[in-house]
T-cell receptor, first 113, second 110 residues
Framework: KAGVTQTPRYLIKTRGQQVTLSCSPISGHRSVSWYQQTPGQGLQFLFEYFSETQRNKGNFPGRFSGRQFSNSRSEMNVSTLELGDSALYLC????????????FGPGTRLTVL | ELKVEQNPLFLSMQEGKNYTIYCNYSTTSDRLYWYRQDPGKSLESLFVLLSNGAVKQEGRLMASLDTKARLSTLHITAAVHDLSATYFCAVSNTGNQFYFGTGTSLTVIP
């Protein structure tokens, strides 16, 4: 079974731009969660989607948004990029969320200049 | 907000030695996860602990959960170089949000 895939793997943007990251979960997984990983703040939960609905949201500003499609693929969008948004963005999928283990993708490394 | 603390943050140990990583969390939860992350790579799920007293073992790693003490441990037995990585614990709440610890960077020295 193919693992979680994320595209692109690396991205360089400038302040004020917007960016869209994509995540394809493992086949059959309906829950997709997004995380931001930085050296200073560690791993922080952004949001979780299940069956095209945002089920949980972390403590991030509204510039961070996401969506999930009927095939469970998910996208994350960050508008008006700031230098502090530079991070590794990880998505993770599980069959239905909850107490199940999450399987992480390789991440998208975003650099904001 | 649920807080998760790990210690130590950095651990350097010799091959063949035993050591324990500790994970404390601030509010009631009976769902505790351990992950491994190699440099430049993503997270790999190691253990899922879902009840008080749960113990799971895989190779030289053993994880346990004490929900009353809000404590999980990851015990390393007879460390080998291949275990060098950063280990994260994570706790999820009833809202299915995952809160991660700061990570423990483990280096096993030959």
């Amino acid at each position: 079974k193919a693992g979680v895939t994320q595209t692109p793997r690396y991205l360089i943007k400038t302040r004020g731009q917007q960016v869209t990251l994509s995540c394809s979960p493992i086949s059959g997984h309906r829950s997709v969660s997004w995380y931001q990983q930085t050296p200073g703040q560690g791993l922080q939960f952004l949001f979780e989607y299940f069956s095209e609905t945002q089920r949980n949201k972390g403590n991030f500003p509204g510039r961070f948004s996401g969506r999930q499609f009927s095939n469970s693929r998910s996208e994350m969008n960050v508008s008006t990029l700031e230098l502090g948004d530079s991070a590794l963005y990880l998505c993770a999928s599980s069959v239905a969320g909850g107490s199940q283990a999450q399987y992480f993708g390789p991440g998208t490394r975003l650099t904001v200049l | 907000e649920l807080k998760v603390e790990q210690n130590p943050l950095f651990l350097s140990m010799q091959e063949g030695k035993n050591y324990t990583i500790y994970c404390n969390y601030s509010t009631t939860s009976d769902r505790l996860y351990w992950y491994r992350q190699d440099p430049g790579k993503s997270l790999e799920s190691l253990f899922v602990l879902l009840s008080n007293g749960a113990v799971k073992q895989e190779g030289r790693l053993m994880a346990s959960l004490d929900t009353k003490a809000r404590l999980s441990t990851l015990h390393i037995t007879a460390a080998v170089h291949d275990l060098s990585a950063t280990y994260f614990c994570a706790v999820s709440n009833t809202g299915n949000q995952f809160y991660f610890g700061t990570g423990t960077s483990l280096t096993v020295i030959p």
